[in-house]
């Protein structure tokens, strides 16, 4: 009788600590609510089954409790009562997946339109980079990466020349548009997190990630890393200002290329420099691999 108690306690003290609770989702700030239905479909599901069945644990407690005179019926197999739960565990599942796998599609589903920035991560900061006026990020590898070239752009490629970069863990992306994010990592496993845009994804070593969403809230909100990193993951953390686009734009403006260094740090010569041909540029949506 007293686990019957305990365990029907439990179940209203989870009722009403989620009721009571303070800690709740932050606003949401993006395109993505088709994440939050998701989550919030999944919590239902989730909480009927848990009073369900623990409502009936603490129930067949109390009724089926030892009695002078009642003796236990044994019964090893009930095909009805089988079947019966094996079809409303399926709908369960089914009615978790399917909105999850609806969010995914559009999750991987960039828009032609969408604009493109790359997010690095290292122990333990955040660097970002924007395509110049060419629209095209140059290649990188970490082969190439230097005290003075700490993106790793490949020097070979025209296409890097004018690619914004910005060092800090400040980045500003322009309200009601598209963003695709390119998410690269210079040594382990991180994860770019903006709890307000709900997306997120993990930077692999040697591979390029990438998610989308469109800031559709002006404001300012924390990057945080949510992959145990190393002994600083505490203190990897970003701002990201969303702001109308005229502001985005003259932001932008103001960031260093990756040729304006590299040219005030080269040494002069008479000699004109050779003229390269570039190569077949990409898609303005598709991250130029790493070679």
Partial sequence: MAVAIAIALLVLGSIAFHVLSPWWRTPLASNWGSIDSALTITLWICAVAFVALNLFLAYALYRYRHR?????????ENT?????????????????????????????????DAAIVEATGQQWQWSFRFPG???VLGTSD?????????????PQDPYGRDDKLIEGSELHLPLNKPVKMLLRSKDVLHDFYVPEFRARMDLVPGIITYFW??????????????????????????????????????????????????????????????????PKPIAANQPRGER
């Fill in 68 to 76: 002078e005179g009642h003796r236990a019926h044994y019964e090893p």
């Fill in 80 to 112: 009805r009562l089988e079947k019966r739960l094996t079809f409303w565990t399926a709908i369960g599942i089914a009615g978790m997946l399917a909105p999850g796998l609806l969010a995914w599609n559009r999750f991987v589903t960039v828009p032609k």
């Fill in 133 to 135: 006026a060419d629209g």
């Fill in 142 to 154: 970490v082969r190439h990466i230097t005290p003075d070239n700490p993106f790793g752009l490949n």
């Fill in 213 to 278: 969403l469109t800031p559709t809230r002006p404001g300012t909100y924390e990057v945080l890393c949510a992959e145990l990193c190393g002994v600083g993951h505490y203190m990897m953390r970003g701002t990201v200002i969303v702001e109308p686009e005229p502001a985005f734009r003259a932001w932008l403006a103001k960031q260093p290329t990756y040729a304006q260094p590299a040219t005030a740090s080269a040494p002069a010569s008479s000699e004109p420099a050779p003229v390269q041909t570039p």
